[in-house]
């Protein structure tokens, strides 16, 4: 297998996706990795973000437009239906005896992503 190769745009935007907590959107990583690389472009945020995807550095987590994050442990996410903001939900998958066991009668779990759909606290009100 061909191994791909470092470039410094593709460690500039992993490292902003570790070191933030939020889910941007491409075009906000491409915002933020822009001030501090001026000629990247967004199509190489793009081609960036599916090798790190591919490559499972990151998750991209789809909702009505796709949103990364760079928090690859075992967690889920919460999806709110009225605002697009997006939440971590650690607890519901440290509960799981599935994914605590990574073993079902159709085989071994090496990876995941539960999505969770419905309106926030904040919506809801």
Do not use: W
């Not at 191994?3 to 889910?23: P, W």
């Not at 690389?37 to 998750?59: A, C, D, F, M």
């Amino acid at each position: 297998m061909k191994k791909e190769r470092t470039t410094s745009q593709k460690e500039a935007i992993l490292e902003y996706l570790k070191s933030v907590k939020n889910h941007p959107s491409a075009q906000a990583i491409y915002s933020v990795i822009k001030k501090k690389l001026p000629r990247i472009s967004l199509g190489t945020v793009y081609r960036n973000l599916k090798s790190l995807e591919k490559n499972h550095k990151i998750q991209e987590i789809k909702a009505q437009e796709s949103h990364y994050d760079g928090d690859n442990s075992c967690h889920a996410h919460f999806i709110c239906q009225k605002c697009n903001c997006i939440f971590d939900i650690f607890d519901l998958c440290k509960k799981c005896s599935v994914l605590n066991k990574r073993e079902t009668k159709a085989g071994k779990i090496t990876r995941f992503q539960i999505n969770l759909y419905g309106k926030c606290k904040k919506c809801a009100k």
